[in-house]
């Protein structure tokens, strides 16, 4: 019988081609694409995102867990796709505009695809205009923004006022991260939620779309 609990210690420590040989066993056995997401990947990056918090785990071990992750979510992504599940959500997430920043992006977009979420990554240096136009024409329910320079901070305030402007405020949550952003500045631009880091960046996505 495969074992879930295997393929989540295969993430958890990073092992890519264990990951990939028990994702294919347990898809071979006929397991539910949904059990194997949820008590396989999404378990495993749980963990990871939990020792990633308590300084247990750095951004190294998060990297290797999540490119283990990635490989054997591209083995379940077609039967997830055809077995009806769906995931949490959209999240369209990107750079502001004039950051050219990505690591920290690049390890919440890992974390929010473990969590169970379709992430859109729009890349680095967005525009708001870009933003506004993920939300349009892609359905998505949350809308991540980050910056590493206190210069490109304001770029986020921007990018919320845009999303007003073509009044789909309304229909996305905005969560918002990077070194220099704090609570204060996510309240006073009118984010719904700040994350100090990538894990708890899932955390708030959840609460954001009541997953």
Not at 74 to 100: C, F, H, M, N, Y
Not at 118 to 135: C, R
Not at 178 to 204: C, F, H, L, M, R
Request: aromatic letters at 4%.
């Amino acid at each position: 019988m495969a074992d879930l609990n295997a393929l989540a210690e295969a993430i958890i420590s990073g092992n890519q081609a264990e990951a990939v040989r028990l994702t294919q066993e347990a898809i071979n056995e006929g397991v539910a694409p949904g059990a194997i997401l949820n008590e396989g990947l999404v378990a495993g990056m749980s963990v990871v995102g939990a020792k990633f918090k308590a300084n247990e785990f750095y951004v190294p071990e998060v990297l290797i867990a999540a490119r283990a992750m990635k490989s054997a979510m591209e083995l379940l992504r077609p039967l997830l796709a055809s077995s009806g599940v769906q995931p949490k959500g959209k999240v369209a997430i990107g750079t502001v505009r004039g950051d050219l920043h990505d690591i920290g992006k690049n390890l919440v977009a890992m974390m929010l695809e473990g969590g169970g979420y379709e992430v859109i990554d729009l890349g680095v240096d967005v525009s708001p205009e870009k933003f506004v136009e993920a939300v349009q024409t892609q359905d998505v329910k949350l809308v991540g923004l980050s910056a590493l320079l206190t210069t490109t901070m304001p770029a986020m305030k921007d990018t919320i006022e845009a999303l007003k402007e073509a009044g789909v405020r309304d229909k996305v949550g905005v969560l918002i991260g990077g070194a220099p952003v704090t609570q204060d500045y996510a309240d006073e631009i009118g984010a719904d939620a700040y994350a100090p880091d990538a894990a708890s960046a899932v955390d708030k996505a959840n609460e954001l779309v009541g997953a």
